[in-house]
């Protein structure tokens, strides 16, 4: 198929998902928790587009406050950025923790930051833990 031709049917398969795109951005909450040494929980408000991912959010809050939330993430060849430390804090597999990504109030993320796509006015919480 000519280069052209294909464009076009791209752009007509994506049309209809832009047509039912909100022209608004909706807010996302960010709470970080640390259950193993029960530091202070840290919270962000931000804004992210339509159907943006968790990333998005998390580069957009640390941008505004980049001292207060930093993070490091780590590309997985089949999986996608993969969460390895928040403040300087990260996951050992020695020591059996991780950082868990949980729909408030207590429901567990079934995809990565990079795959994940918040609803408007939705809580994520990143709790440090130990499996």
Known sequence: ?????????SALLLLPVLLAQP????????VVQNA?????TLRFKTTIPYRAVLLGAM???NKA???KFRFKTKEDPNYGPFLVS??????????????????????PLDVG???YIPNPNETVI????TY
């Open 1 to 9: 198929m000519a280069p052209t031709v294909t464009l076009l049917l």
């Open 23 to 30: 022209d608004t951005d909706y807010q996302v909450t960010l």
């Open 36 to 40: 193993i040494n029960r530091s202070p």
């Open 59 to 61: 580069r957009k809050i």
């Open 65 to 67: 406050n980049p001292k």
């Open 86 to 107: 928040v403040n300087g804090v990260a996951g050992s597999n020695t020591d059996h923790t991780y950082w868990e990504l949980l729909k408030a109030p207590n429901t």
């Open 113 to 115: 930051v990079g795959c």
């Open 126 to 129: 990143f709790n440090f833990t």
